[in-house]
């Protein structure tokens, strides 16, 4: 299937609305992924207007962006440095540029370009590329890795245009390519598909017809999305319909290719970020009681087992646990670790997300009766507690924190805001009773990092049909930042003294009232300077989820109401 988006040159910038990278090209494979680097992305095409030193130099000819609008089944793209307007739109395997180029420019031209990858983990492996005509040009390209790191594969094209170009010119070297040039300022069609080359532009747009193309994939979508209805049964049930399907899958693939995955692509497990995290998934399918006569538990559990006790060796960059025999070693992947593979440097995170992983396989255990391997698991976890303890009490782990954040950039070894691990970073100081200072550094990357304003006071969330869940925050002023502290908590009108609240405390509906003022409070969620640990059953500071000083059913309580 077509999926058409425009190119970075930035690592992380793929098809972000970034305002500060140019476009270097529009290309006509591409699946997105929340880590920010996609898969395929080859086929590429640019419209320019005069000439240029090197094609295959990107930041020779790439542009500003003057503005972008997106929808369903469209986008559209200014060029500033050409005043050229790119549309798209696309069918299930053909994509349908439009270029309005500006009067009275003389030379006006259309770069393809086989040989540069959407992302440096993306290999370029050869191809070729054959003019039929001054309007429709055919080839292919061989490619491999991309986000998934995946083996090779070999993309076909064939793409037309609607008026012919006066003269054309290829180029084929270490990269390969071709140049149209046209004689006007008409604005111009292309087409570009993957299989079938030729044959698919044909029976799918054989009218060039723009708005008609951009309606029916609006319709294609609403199609997909109508596909399965389920009619009757409460919300509940519903959940639980979906849920199972997915709890399945995960089990279908560890059947066949040997592991559960933790990203997929392109038909193969991609690459983790982290820890086994299916594990998380199938394990609260397993404590709600999801699936109980559709799912193979045991088969699931053996999937699970696999997880904690298998090392893949270098396959861990895909599926399994990397480094899962140090971690079974010492309790921790000690760094630098066994340096053999590129995420090698990030032990802390995978150690956290593995005590996670084995935490949940315990409660899975324990309620299948393996009793042995829920104590084993259970103790292999570890908690922010421990980490606070390990680091040398509150105060020390207080450093710690300060001296990550104090790079601004939030961009550095210890912390990346563009990296979905490190998101609950920031809230880690809640842990030991200092939620004001998360505030400061959220504030600071909320100014820093994102651009689209902090407004949108009261909040909220659908929880059901039927039930919402509405924060309101008093004495709060977005645009000159001033009380961004909370003073006091109501839960339903009742005062709340903790920095946190289970999913229970607002399943039926709640309304959270936060009481703001200008500097942090000396009473609401605040642990003495004095104390040298966490008493968690004073509840100011969130548990400890995986506490193995906890009792089994305070332990339970905490994952069953989450």
Same mark, same amino acid.
């Given at each position: 299937?077509?999926?058409?988006?425009?190119?970075? &040159?930035?690592?992380?910038?793929?098809?972000?609305?970034s305002?500060?990278?140019? !476009?270097?090209?529009?290309v006509?494979?591409?699946?997105?992924?929340?880590?920010? $680097?996609?898969?395929?992305?080859?086929?590429?095409?640019?419209? /320019?207007?005069?000439?240029?030193?090197d094609p295959i130099?990107?930041?020779?000819?790439?542009?500003? *962006?003057?503005?972008?609008?997106?929808? %369903?089944?469209?986008?559209?793209?200014?060029?500033?440095?050409?005043n050229?307007?790119?549309?798209?739109?696309?069918s299930r395997? =053909?994509?349908?540029?439009r270029?309005?180029f500006?009067q009275?420019?003389?030379?006006?031209?259309?770069? !393809?370009?086989l040989?540069?990858?959407? /992302?440096?983990t993306?290999?370029?492996?050869?191809?070729?590329?054959?003019?039929?005509?001054?309007?429709?040009?055919?080839?292919?390209? *061989?490619?491999?890795?991309g986000?998934?790191?995946?083996?090779p594969?070999?993309?076909?094209?064939?793409?037309?245009f609607?008026?012919?170009?006066?003269?054309?010119?290829?180029?084929?070297? *270490?990269?390969?390519?071709?140049?149209?040039e046209?004689?006007?300022?008409? #604005?111009?069609?292309?087409?570009?598909?993957?299989?079938?080359?030729?044959?698919?532009a044909?029976? $799918?747009?054989?009218?060039?017809?723009?708005?008609?193309?951009?309606?029916?994939?609006?319709?294609?979508?609403?199609?997909?999305?109508?596909?399965?209805d389920?009619d009757?049964?409460t919300?509940?049930?519903?959940?639980?319909?979906?849920?199972?399907?997915?709890?399945?899958?995960?089990?279908?693939?560890y059947?066949?290719e040997g592991?559960?995955? +933790?990203g997929r692509?392109?038909?193969?497990?991609?690459?983790?970020?982290?820890?086994?995290?299916?594990?998380? %998934?199938?394990a609260?399918?397993?404590?709600?009681?999801?699936?109980?006569?559709? !799912?193979?538990?045991?088969?699931?559990?053996?999937?699970?087992?696999?997880?904690? $006790?298998?090392?893949?060796?270098?396959?861990?960059?895909y $599926?399994?646990?990397?480094?899962?025999?140090?971690?079974k070693?010492?309790g921790?992947?000690?760094?630098?670790?066994? /340096?053999?593979? #590129?995420?090698?440097?990030s032990?802390?995170?995978?150690?956290i997300?593995?005590s996670?992983?084995?935490?949940?396989?315990?409660?899975?255990?324990?309620?299948?009766?393996n009793?042995?391997?829920?104590?084993?698991?259970?103790?292999?976890?570890?908690?922010?507690?421990?980490?606070?303890?390990?680091?040398?009490?509150?105060?020390?782990?207080?450093k710690?924190?300060?001296?990550?954040?104090?790079?601004?950039?939030?961009?550095?070894?210890y912390?990346?805001i563009?990296?979905e691990?490190?998101?609950?970073?920031?809230?880690?100081y809640?842990f030991?009773?200092k939620?004001?200072?998360s505030?400061?550094?959220? *504030?600071?990357?909320?100014? =820093?990092?994102?651009?689209?304003?902090?407004?949108g006071?009261?909040?909220t969330?659908?929880?059901?049909?039927?039930?919402?869940?509405?924060?309101l925050?008093?004495?709060? #002023?977005?645009?000159?930042?001033v009380n961004?502290?909370?003073?006091?908590?109501?839960?339903?009108?009742?005062?709340?003294?903790?920095?946190?609240f289970r999913?229970s405390d607002?399943?039926?509906?709640?309304?959270?009232?936060?009481?703001?003022g200008?500097?942090p409070?000396?009473?609401?969620?605040?642990?003495?300077?004095?104390?040298?640990?966490?008493?968690?059953e +004073?509840?100011?500071?969130? &548990?400890?989820?995986?506490?193995?000083?906890?009792?089994?059913?305070?332990?339970?309580?905490?994952?069953?109401?989450?």
């Amino acid at each position: 299937m077509i999926s058409i988006n425009h190119q970075n &040159p930035n690592l992380f910038d793929y098809y972000s609305s970034s305002k500060i990278q140019n !476009i270097t090209k529009f290309v006509n494979t591409l699946i997105g992924t929340a880590k920010g $680097e996609p898969k395929y992305g080859v086929i590429s095409q640019f419209p /320019v207007i005069d000439s240029f030193e090197d094609p295959i130099n990107l930041r020779h000819y790439s542009s500003e *962006r003057s503005f972008e609008y997106f929808e %369903v089944g469209y986008s559209k793209f200014g060029l500033k440095r050409y005043n050229i307007t790119v549309e798209l739109t696309a069918s299930r395997r =053909t994509g349908l540029h439009r270029y309005t180029f500006p009067q009275f420019k003389n030379i006006t031209k259309v770069i !393809i370009d086989l040989s540069h990858n959407l /992302v440096t983990t993306s290999e370029y492996n050869g191809g070729s590329i054959q003019s039929i005509s001054y309007n429709q040009v055919k080839g292919a390209g *061989r490619y491999s890795g991309g986000w998934n790191r995946g083996g090779p594969y070999v993309v076909y094209f064939c793409s037309q245009f609607n008026t012919n170009a006066i003269e054309f010119e290829t180029w084929r070297d *270490r990269h390969i390519g071709r140049i149209s040039e046209y004689s006007d300022g008409t #604005t111009y069609f292309n087409s570009i598909n993957v299989d079938q080359a030729c044959k698919s532009a044909e029976s $799918e747009i054989p009218d060039w017809d723009f708005e008609k193309t951009k309606q029916e994939a609006v319709n294609a979508w609403q199609t997909e999305l109508e596909k399965i209805d389920v009619d009757g049964g409460t919300d509940d049930l519903k959940t639980i319909f979906y849920t199972v399907d997915i709890v399945r899958s995960l089990i279908d693939i560890y059947q066949n290719e040997g592991y559960m995955p +933790d990203g997929r692509s392109g038909l193969a497990n991609g690459i983790t970020q982290g820890g086994s995290n299916a594990d998380m %998934v199938v394990a609260e399918a397993y404590l709600k009681k999801l699936g109980t006569n559709v !799912i193979d538990w045991d088969l699931a559990y053996e999937a699970l087992i696999k997880d904690a $006790e298998v090392d893949p060796g270098y396959r861990g960059l895909y $599926e399994g646990r990397l480094h899962l025999t140090d971690y079974k070693e010492y309790g921790y992947i000690p760094f630098p670790g066994y /340096v053999v593979v #590129t995420y090698a440097h990030s032990p802390c995170s995978r150690t956290i997300e593995y005590s996670a992983n084995d935490y949940s396989i315990s409660l899975v255990a324990k309620g299948l009766g393996n009793y042995d391997d829920y104590m084993k698991y259970k103790l292999r976890a570890r908690n922010v507690k421990r980490l606070i303890e390990l680091s040398g009490g509150p105060k020390q782990f207080e450093k710690r924190l300060d001296k990550t954040f104090s790079n601004k950039t939030y961009l550095n070894e210890y912390f990346n805001i563009g990296n979905e691990p490190d998101f609950f970073h920031v809230c880690l100081y809640h842990f030991i009773g200092k939620q004001y200072k998360s505030v400061d550094v959220i *504030r600071d990357i909320l100014r =820093t990092k994102y651009g689209s304003g902090q407004d949108g006071i009261p909040v909220t969330i659908k929880l059901s049909p039927q039930l919402t869940f509405t924060i309101l925050a008093y004495n709060l #002023t977005c645009e000159t930042h001033v009380n961004p502290y909370v003073q006091s908590v109501r839960i339903n009108g009742i005062n709340w003294m903790k920095t946190w609240f289970r999913h229970s405390d607002i399943a039926k509906g709640a309304i959270m009232e936060l009481f703001m003022g200008p500097n942090p409070s000396k009473v609401w969620g605040v642990v003495g300077e004095d104390e040298d640990k966490i008493n968690i059953e +004073d509840r100011v500071v969130p &548990p400890s989820m995986s506490s193995i000083e906890n009792n089994d059913e305070h332990a339970n309580y905490i994952v069953a109401d989450y």
